[in-house]
């Protein structure tokens, strides 16, 4: 039987105050909504359609979108996707992109559920601190009758502590008959999805339920809850990246995205931030305090202390990165070295080329950025200039201090500084007469 998804993303996420839509808020370096839809989309064996707010037409994912122009509740955002659910046959899983953290396995096992007699499943959980969840309602058998919001709860459904997760997953023919019916007489004056248990059980259907643990759907609804949300998910890549034979000293300092990858043998350091898009690979070591994002470092490399990769930094097998080096879109060819205070942006270096303390690739003119490309072995001594597009040939040797503007061909010196002056005895005389200026003066 094939699926259909729906993702709700619209919604006012008022207590995030803040001008950006809640869904997209992220959670290791990925938005809220893109956890979820990572997750359905492996489910896919039909297709996902996600409801957004007018407001977030940059949302376009390439799924099927509805816009919901006014948030008048979970049901009315699920009905903005009806055109897509009448003309569904199979099974709907009604997904909410608030909720970061939910598997496969779970969405599976709640389809699972669906029967012609059971056309409704709720993914309850049992809730440590039920506060703000949908309690969910049951008879002395036991069966699902309704689920209260806690606005409209009474005191006594308030002590309940399974609650409704959001997720729900529907038999598509019956679906619309029950969403139609709900109403919005209630505390928020909303169409909530929820109250499609009781219409269900009222047109003599039965209402499943399957529980989850409360970790896979935790709801963000507040900027505490999201910082809750990055605890959890650091804790498990931590895991994952020991589990997977890196060593970190200190592993609750360490923060990864979540598409960073960690190979065998990799040593982490305290303090190191992986922004998105970074490939570590084996037997890489990553010294104090670094900043990543967009890299590679390729086997053996060696990077740090304090030392910030940025998009498209590509490091070659054994590259040593040192401390206050900082790498932008360069690729680093095996064995080359920036061992301290350098700024490579936009290039190339090539194999077993030195690069000196002090080396900046002046790459932007103000108004656009030029390439640098050291030949291999090349060296080039500190505190040099190479002012972008440049060429530097192989096995070429930069002296200290040097602007370079021109190319310079492979094998040569290229040194770009005033003739030194030596004055032999003048420091001393001008001690001394200094001393005697200073002796007129006190007297
Ligand atoms: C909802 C459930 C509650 C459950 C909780 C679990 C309802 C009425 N309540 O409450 O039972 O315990 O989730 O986390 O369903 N959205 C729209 N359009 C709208 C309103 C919401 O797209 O008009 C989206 C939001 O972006 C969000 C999701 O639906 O992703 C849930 O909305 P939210 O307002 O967070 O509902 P809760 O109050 O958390
Ligand atoms: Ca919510």
Partial sequence: MSLL???????????MK???????????????????????????????????????????TGSLVFTQAQQLGTAHAVLAAREAIARHTGDVLVVFADTPFLSLETLEQLRGALTERTPLAVLGFEAADPTGYGRLV????????????????????????????????????????????????????EYYLTDAVAVARSQGFRV?????????????NSRGQLAEAEAIFQGRARERALAEGATLIAPETVWFSHDTTIGRDVTIEPNVFFGPGVTVENDVVIRANCHFEGAHLRRGARVGPFARLRPGADLGPDVHIGNFVEVKNVKIGAGAKANHLAYLGDGRVGEGANIGAGTIFCNYDGYSKHLTDVGTGAFIGSNVSLVAPIRIGDGAYIGSGSVITRDVPADAL????????????????????????????TK
């Fill in 138 to 189: 049951r008879d002395a058998a036991g069966d699902l009758v309704a689920i209260r919001e806690e606005k409209d709860a009474s005191a006594e459904e308030r002590r309940i502590t399974f609650c409704c997760s959001g997720v729900m997953a529907f038999r598509a023919g019956v679906m619309l008959g029950i969403l139609d019916q709900i109403g919005h007489g209630n505390a928020q004056g």
């Fill in 414 to 441: 290229a040194l770009e500084r005033s003739p030194q002056e030596v004055r032999p005895g003048w420091a001393a005389k001008f001690r001394t007469m200094m001393m005697r200026r200073r002796a007129a003066r």
């Fill in 208 to 220: 499943a339920t399957i529980a989850c643990p409360q970790d896979e759907v935790l709801g963000i």
């Fill in 5 to 15: 998804t729906i993702v709700l993303a619209a919604g006012k996420g008022t207590r």
């Fill in 18 to 60: 803040s001008a950006l839509p809640k869904v997209l808020h992220p959670v290791g370096g990925l938005s809220l909504l893109g956890h979820v839809l990572s997750t359905v989309k492996l489910a896919s064996d039909g297709q996902v359609a996600i409801v957004i707010a007018p407001d977030m037409a940059a949302v376009r």
